[in-house]
T-cell receptor
Framework: NAGVTQTPKFRVLKTGQSMTLLCAQD?????MYWYRQDPGMGLRLIHY???????AKGEVPDGYNVSRLKKQNFLLGLESAAPSQTSVYFC?????????FGPGTRLTVL | GQQLNQSPQSMFIQEGEDVSMNCTSS?????WLWYKQDPGEGPVLLIA?????ELTSNGRLTAQFGITRKDSFLNISASIPSDVGIYFC??????????FGKGTLLTVNP
């Protein structure tokens, strides 16, 4: 099993550009999450999903959108990237409280 | 929202020394989790605690769920260079969202 995978691993955007980060899990987990990690800030929840076709806002949702069309995939979109969105993004999935994390995507917005 | 206060923020120790870090909250939680993040990777679950007063070990790691259900600590004995990384505490009440501490950055000098 691959667990949780994320693509791409690295990306550089210019301000105003858009992009989509893809998360995939092969553990048949119901719940999926997107976090951002910034120095000294820990992990902050952006959006999450409790099942296929459902999404909800987390702690820092502004500037991001998500979709969960298939149970195994959770997409994070940035419609108009800003320098404040420079961060490392982690996807996670779970059946309950134990969350399993992907390797992360390092995004730089110039 | 709920917050976890994790301390210390960083630690610099010599190989072979013992390490202790803790996490406190103003809220009561039913579960405490400890994760470790290796440099450039996603967090990995180390230990899960379910009952107040519970003491659980995983190799050289020992964690305890505080009696008041508002705190937890993690000890690492006889540290080695591969213990380097960021350690996060996390707690949850509902079965699909976690609150994370800001992390303790551990550096081990050989």
């Amino acid at each position: 099993n691959a667990g949780v995978t994320q693509t791409p691993k690295f990306r550089v955007l210019k301000t105003g550009q858009s992009m989509t980060l893809l998360c995939a899990q092969d553990m048949n987990h119901e719940y999926m999450y997107w976090y951002r990690q910034d120095p000294g800030m820990g992990l902050r929840l952006i959006h999450y999903s409790v099942g296929e076709g459902t999404t909800a806002k987390g702690e820092v949702p502004d500037g991001y959108n998500v979709s969960r069309l298939k149970k195994q995939n959770f997409l994070l979109g940035l419609e108009s990237a800003a320098p404040s969105q420079t961060s490392v993004y982690f996807c996670a999935s779970s059946r309950g409280l134990f969350q399993f994390f992907g390797p992360g995507t390092r995004l730089t917005v110039l | 929202g709920q917050q976890l206060n994790q301390s210390p923020q960083s630690m610099f120790i010599q190989e072979g020394e013992d390490v202790s870090m803790n996490c406190t909250s103003s809220s009561i939680f039913n579960t405490w989790l400890w994760y470790k993040q290796d440099p450039g990777e996603g967090p990995v679950l180390l230990i899960a605690l379910y009952k107040a007063g519970e003491l659980t070990s995983n190799g050289r790691l020992t964690a305890q769920f505080g009696i008041t259900r508002k705190d937890s600590f993690l000890n690492i004995s006889a540290s080695i260079p591969s213990d380097v990384g960021i350690y996060f505490c996390a707690s949850g009440g509902s079965n699909y969202k976690l609150t994370f501490g800001k992390g303790t950055l551990l550096t081990v000098n050989p």
